[in-house]
């Protein structure tokens, strides 16, 4: 697990081989007649055959046998996942959820998949237009493997990737990988339909800063070649509904790999903030990781935003997050530490959602501190990292995130309750507001 090796660089064409089969890419074709190491070779496709060069992708792998050596896919148990986005009624108030509880191993064995719980979402997956944002709770593994503290191990067609506390991953559709755990472990989950996320353009900020492309890790490739009869499951989400199939080899079963349709992953520590260094803010899409794009220009399906330890210099401004009301949706959740805006009630493994037009902004004890605050340069949100889907749909609550759930904070509004006027209509000077 120490010496995890990867491929750098976003969306690069790559070639992969397992080292214990040096020569098993093709050379110079895609499909030979009979590949090296008598493999069978599949394509993978991310995108449409048509779509133009600078979107168009997809992998070609080099399998011991095909994925389509599988037994019949049969309906299960679906658990805490929904695409059904009219569950219950529409709520345009401020939610607030108090970390998710995550089951001990000792009183009930979770897996990944079962310990998926959609939480909100909108759109039609059918039709490939919208999200779904989930929340994982679980404790087991869903293979058996040498457990290690604190991460999260991503088997994956493409090779292995690990998975640390404060780092992301993206494994995108059709891509095939079982996520072992060494603890009671928690997670976010944003599933866009039909689309991937891309580097946001970088307009006049220029060719580097934000998420720079040579820190996204791909992983290489590594195959086992085991045979168990019935011994494999594969789970297929199909139209948003579990189907499991039986299959005797493991589905990790790729020697080499080629393309640019792979799974990735990045730590947020590297990312490069930006803001204004004089006065006022940047909006909070300078602080934007990966965007998924809608059809219309600068609109997005959803951004995946960040809020990094920074310096804060502003002057003569009010420095927290302003109020405000969007036409986007905006789910925030917390990885760890305090979230600068909020410094009780919104805590790790927690979430909140201001969907569209809702009104929001600094708690009343932020907004008294930071009118009064002293304007040094001063560290924000050291230790901390909060993260926003931001999205240009609606997005609708599962009955589980308002009820079964039980961590909907019912008191999220009372936060605002204390704010008062401090309107002097006979005096400009704010400070005589005092
Ligand atoms: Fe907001």
Redesign the pocket.
């Known amino acids: 697990l120490c010496h995890m090796q990867y491929i750098s660089g976003f969306g690069n064409e790559c070639v992969s081989e397992d080292p214990r089969c040096p020569g098993s890419l093709p050379e110079g074709q895609n499909n030979p007649q009979v590949c090296p190491y008598n493999l069978y070779a599949e394509q993978l496709s991310g995108s449409a055959f048509t779509c133009p060069r600078s979107t168009n992708k997809r992998s070609w792998l080099y399998r011991i046998l095909p994925s389509v050596s599988h037994k019949p896919f049969e309906s299960i148990d679906q658990g805490h996942i929904t695409h059904n986005w009219d569950e219950v009624d529409p709520d345009p108030n401020q939610l607030r959820w108090k970390p998710f509880e995550i089951p001990k191993a000792s009183q009930k064995r979770v897996d990944f998949v079962s310990g998926l719980h959609t939480l909100c979402g909108a759109g039609d997956i059918r039709s490939n237009n919208g999200l779904a944002i989930h929340i994982f709770l679980c404790n087991i593994s869903m293979t058996c493997h040498l457990p290690r503290k604190g991460k999260l191990l991503i088997y994956t067609e493409f090779g292995k990737m690990l998975v640390q506390p404060n780092e992301i991953c993206v494994i995108q559709r059709g891509m095939r990988f079982s996520i072992d755990v060494f603890e009671e472990t928690r997670g976010y989950i944003l599933e866009v339909y039909g689309i991937h996320f891309e580097l946001p353009d970088l307009g006049p900020i220029g060719a580097n800063g934000l998420a720079n492309p040579r820190d996204f890790l791909i992983p290489v490739a590594w195959y086992e070649d085991r045979q168990v009869p019935g011994g494999y499951t594969v789970i297929n989400k199909y139209q948003g509904k579990l189907f499991a199939a039986k299959q005797d080899v493991s589905p990790f079963n790729v020697v080499a790999w080629h393309g640019n349709y792979t799974p990735y992953k990045y730590n947020l520590e590297n990312f490069t903030v930006i803001n204004s260094v004089a006065f006022d803010h940047a909006d ?1 899409s300078i602080f934007t990781v990966l965007t998924a794009k809608s059809l219309r220009p600068g609109v997005a399906i959803a951004d995946f935003v960040i809020f990094p330890p920074r310096w804060g210099v502003a002057d003569k401004t009010f420095r927290p ?1 302003y109020y ?1 009301r ?1 036409c986007m949706s ?1 789910f ?1 959740g917390l990885i760890r530490g305090h979230y600068e805006a909020k410094q009780g009630g919104f805590l790790p493994g927690g979430g909140s959602l ?1 969907s569209t037009m809702t009104p ?2 600094p708690d009343a004890d932020c907004f008294e501190k930071a009118s009064k605050a002293k304007l040094a340069p001063e560290r924000i949100a050291d230790g901390t990292m909060a993260f ?1 889907f ?1 999205s240009s749909l609606s997005l609708a609550v599962t009955k589980w995130g308002l009820e079964a759930s039980m961590c909907l904070d019912k008191n999220y509004y009372k936060c605002w309750e204390p704010l008062k006027s401090h309107f002097t209509p006979n005096s400009r000077n704010p400070t005589e507001s005092n």
Do not use: A, K, R
């Open positions: 909070p997050p405000h969007n905006e925030m201001h929001h902004g926003m931001e």
